[in-house]
């Protein structure tokens, strides 16, 4: 219920005050009314009661409305006051607004009258809201200015005429000096000031002066006893009554300690990102030579049943381990801004087949059913075909994992006016209302149906949301509870232009004749050499192999191989140096180079790329990739003898 509006109403004339009290009640003004008509009555109802708002005539017997204005404004500077009245000359409505008048009303038109009052209210509701605002400011800052003294920071003020710089003993404290050996100059504090931080310093301080604003600066001193130390300073700039800057008020104190720490951790954060290089560097190795072997016995015709099973379980395990250590470094270089998308329009079609061939293993290895609906239109998409392919698969392997021996999975597509909504639906093991809020965090697991944890790094579902937001999309978990099988939603804006198909459609068919290609394997790990040597043998190309930089060099020079396949962490003369001396001749200019290293790091991809390699490549190599990128390429045409392996 609205509280009634107290109003004080001045007015000699009863059948004047009848007409506007009638048209207040008519506008549905809840009002309670105190009519006066002589200023003693009118100094008396101030005196002893509290009202709203004033209602004054300018015309009383002894008394006019600047009177009433004056006697109001004495008491309440903010109280609303309304003059009412018959006539009233322009210069002189001016005069009463300027005196603080809140507006004024014509007796011929009251109909004015309730909406004056309800605007006046209104302001005066903001300003009284304004000033409890600036109050309870005032206070925070007098508990700030405590905190400050509690926490012994320094305090600074500069006046901005004279250049002199007064500050507390606890500022005097954190530089060094004691009160007589303070020269109370800002030329003087400068000289304490590192040397690459003052001109920085003097920027923000005239920035501060232009704006008449706040500055804010953290800085290196060197105490006059020698040790460096970190400062923040923090200073608001007052005006004089002339509107220019006349004083700096600020606060100072050290933060040599925070920015150790901060050093700490950027220290542990390269640190991290070392080790995780080097842990993908030391598993890539050994899995290489492992990978190509196992990709040799699956090419065998010879195997008996047992053995092709046996194999094709093996296979299938490595590539999971390959898939965990990529995952985990993927997290960490997105989490990091490390990694740079490859948009182009591609069908979605392409990618859902990408993604199924992807997770088949996994969803035939539990006799999963998997239905895939899509619609019969093609359906755009702006994305790098690579990273939402990865998206999408991991989690038809979330699906295939955490759903029971024979379950089912469903794929389904609705594309909408701007997005396309992609759905992931199973039988599973579901999600608690507990964990639907934390699925998506790095390292969290969910459970079988026997509550144990299953075995994996809690990575998959982290990097869908990391790579699905890149692109400007959302995903979401659904689920009824533990037991009810769960549903992710992958929502992603749709593209435009024609379709470009993705390199693994493009070299479908191609018919390379992988005969006419001359390559040369170089990498300190004969296992992983040979291996791969072998495979590139059994698709007919002329491969050889190279077990240092030098024997590669002597190899290339006389034979001329269209393509070389080099690896990078070699002793003595590694892959960068080697590629360097290959470049260095003109008759290597149009020799492929590819770098099939365990190092898959954004900044290993760019020296490559400086070193002049023309591909990147991370070991255990996919044959397929590999097939394809050679496929794109042209034999250097000019035949030599074959390679011998050196």
């Not at 509290?50 to 008394?63: A, E």
């Not at 003052?198 to 008449?212: F, K, M, P, S």
């Not at 037991?483 to 068919?509: H, M, T």
Request: hydrophobic share 45%.
């Amino acid at each position: 219920m609205t509280a009634s509006v107290r109003i004080l109403h001045l007015e000699d004339d009863p059948a004047d005050a009848r007409l506007m009290h009638e048209q207040l009640r008519r506008s549905g003004l809840e009002a309670t009314i105190t009519l006066v008509s002589t200023r003693e009555a009118f100094e008396a109802a101030l005196g002893d009661e509290r009202f709203d708002l004033v209602l004054s005539d300018y015309h009383v017997p002894r008394f006019n409305g600047r009177d009433a204005l004056e006697l109001v404004r004495s008491r309440d500077a903010h109280l609303p006051f309304i003059l009412v009245t018959g006539a009233l000359g322009d210069e002189r409505a001016v005069e009463i607004l300027q005196a603080g008048a809140t507006d004024f009303v014509l007796k011929d038109r009251l109909a004015r009258l309730a909406p004056a009052i309800q605007r006046a209210l209104s302001e005066r509701a903001a300003q009284k809201e304004h000033e409890d605002v600036q109050a309870r400011l005032a206070a925070t800052q007098r508990l700030s200015k405590l905190a400050a003294e509690a926490a012994r920071m320094g305090t600074w003020q500069l006046d901005v005429a004279s250049g002199r710089l007064e500050c507390s003993d606890e500022f005097l404290a954190l530089i060094g000096l004691q009160r007589a050996e303070w020269a109370g100059t800002v030329s003087a504090f400068e000289a304490l000031v590192h040397s690459e931080d003052v001109e920085r310093r003097r920027q923000l301080y005239d920035e501060a002066l232009v704006h008449g604003g706040f500055m804010e600066l953290e800085f290196r001193i060197r105490k006059p006893d020698g040790e460096s130390r970190w400062m923040h300073s923090r200073g608001d700039c007052w005006r004089g009554t002339d509107g220019a800057p006349a004083t700096f008020f600020g606060v100072m104190m050290d933060i040599t300690a925070r920015k150790g720490m901060e050093e700490a951790l950027r220290n542990a954060d390269r640190r991290k990102d070392e080790f995780l290089a080097m842990l993908a560097h030391e598993l890539r190795n050994p899995l290489a030579p492992i990978h190509n072997g196992l990709s040799l016995l699956l090419r065998s015709d010879s195997q008996p049943p047992e053995a092709q099973r046996i194999h094709a379980m093996l296979d299938r395990q490595v590539k999971h381990i390959i898939r965990l250590v990529d995952d985990l470094l993927d997290v960490s270089r997105i989490t990091l801004g490390k990694i740079e998308l490859k948009r182009a329009p591609v069908e979605l079609r392409a990618i859902m087949q990408s993604a199924v061939e992807m997770s088949r293993p996994f969803i035939e290895a539990a006799g999963h059913r998997l239905e895939v609906a899509l619609p019969s239109q093609p359906v755009i998409l702006d994305v790098d075909f690579v990273r939402i392919t990865q998206a999408l698969s991991n989690l038809l392997n979330n699906a295939a994992k955490y759903t029971g021996q024979g379950g089912q999975i469903w794929v389904g597509v609705q594309p909408n006016h701007d997005y396309v909504e992609i759905s992931v639906r199973d039988t599973g093991v579901g999600i608690s209302n507990e964990m639907l809020d934390r699925v998506f965090d790095l390292f969290v697991q969910g459970q079988d149906y026997d509550g144990l944890a299953l075995p994996g790094l809690g990575v998959g579902l982290t990097m869908v949301r990391l790579l699905v937001n890149m692109h400007g999309g959302e995903v979401e978990a659904r689920s009824d509870g533990a037991g009810k099988g769960s549903e992710f939603l992958v929502r992603l804006p749709l593209g435009n232009g024609p379709a470009v198909a993705p390199a693994w459609q493009a070299v479908q068919g191609a018919g390379t004749e992988w005969h006419k290609f001359r390559v040369l394997v170089v990498d300190d790990n004969r296992d992983s050499a040979d291996s791969l040597a072998m495979l590139l043998r059994l698709s007919r190309a002329d491969a050889a192999t190279a077990y240092d930089g030098a024997s590669a060099l002597e190899t290339i020079s006389f034979h001329q191989p269209d393509v070389v396949i080099l690896d990078l962490a070699m002793p003595g003369m590694d892959g960068y140096a080697v590629a360097q001396q290959i470049r260095q001749n003109p008759r290597n200019k149009r020799m492929t180079l590819i770098a099939l290293t365990g190092w898959g790091q954004e900044e290993h991809r760019l020296r490559s790329l400086a070193a002049g390699f023309n591909h990147h490549l991370t070991k255990p190599v996919d044959l397929n990739a590999l097939q394809a990128l050679l496929a794109s390429l042209e034999p250097l045409g000019e035949r030599k003898p074959k390679i011998a392996d050196r």
